[in-house]
């Protein structure tokens, strides 16, 4: 009985933790993007640079089996988009040096930000777990990226060519 209060008051304290992060929701304003280093672009990626795009985020990992099967999707995203205002990001906070060696060897494309925690600050608390950021800078969809993230890509880009 000694032992469990201890592991009790532990489970307390992370369940409290986590169920004070929420994931970002449609119309919140997206928070700034941060990672020790950049890949596949030149220099750090600022939101408050990108704005009049949308903008895809995704969090991920090298050691996240269905993080690494999006990475096609994602690619194909990236060059559907890349010359169409839409800039595909993805985040982790894995090292830089396991990252970059991941990039070349899975051939990614898109701009990859290796040490942040911005994933704190979006809520995320699985991946893999994609958000689209409007050309204004508000999250318009978050979730699995799957077909619905293609969708959300399509129907913020047509909203961006409307305004």
Same mark, same amino acid.
């Given at each position: 009985?000694?032992?469990?209060?201890?592991?009790? %008051?532990?489970?307390?304290?992370?369940?409290?933790?986590?169920?004070?992060? @929420?994931?970002?929701?449609?119309?919140?304003?997206?928070?700034?993007?941060?990672? !020790?280093?950049?890949? /596949?672009?030149?220099?750090?990626?600022?939101?408050? !640079?990108?704005?009049?795009?949308?903008?895809?985020?995704?969090?991920?990992?090298?050691?996240?089996?269905?993080?690494?099967?999006?990475?096609?999707?994602?690619?194909?995203?990236?060059?559907?988009?890349?010359?169409? !205002?839409? #800039? #595909? %990001?993805?985040?982790?906070?894995?090292? =830089?040096?396991?990252?970059?060696?991941?990039?070349?060897? /899975?051939? %990614?494309?898109?701009?990859?930000?290796?040490?942040?925690?911005? @994933?704190? !600050?979006?809520?995320?608390? @699985? %991946? =893999?777990?994609?958000? #689209?950021?409007?050309?204004?800078?508000?999250?318009?969809? /978050?979730?699995? =990226?799957?077909?619905?993230?293609?969708?959300? #890509?399509?129907?913020?880009?047509?909203?961006?060519?409307?305004?």
């Amino acid at each position: 009985m000694k032992r469990l209060v201890p592991i009790l %008051i532990l489970l307390a304290v992370v369940f409290a933790f986590n169920s004070r992060r @929420s994931v970002l929701r449609a119309g919140a304003a997206a928070p700034a993007l941060s990672a !020790d280093t950049w890949i /596949n672009t030149n220099g750090a990626l600022e939101l408050s !640079d990108l704005k009049g795009k949308v903008v895809v985020v995704e969090f991920w990992a090298t050691w996240c089996g269905p993080c690494v099967a999006s990475i096609p999707n994602m690619n194909k995203l990236h060059d559907r988009w890349k010359d169409k !205002d839409v #800039v #595909v %990001i993805g985040l982790t906070d894995e090292s =830089p040096e396991d990252v970059q060696r991941f990039v070349r060897k /899975n051939g %990614i494309r898109y701009a990859v930000g290796a040490g942040s925690l911005s @994933s704190f !600050d979006y809520g995320v608390r @699985s %991946i =893999p777990h994609a958000f #689209v950021i409007a050309g204004d800078g508000t999250v318009v969809w /978050n979730g699995y =990226p799957g077909r619905e993230l293609d969708q959300a #890509v399509a129907q913020a880009h047509k909203s961006l060519s409307q305004s």
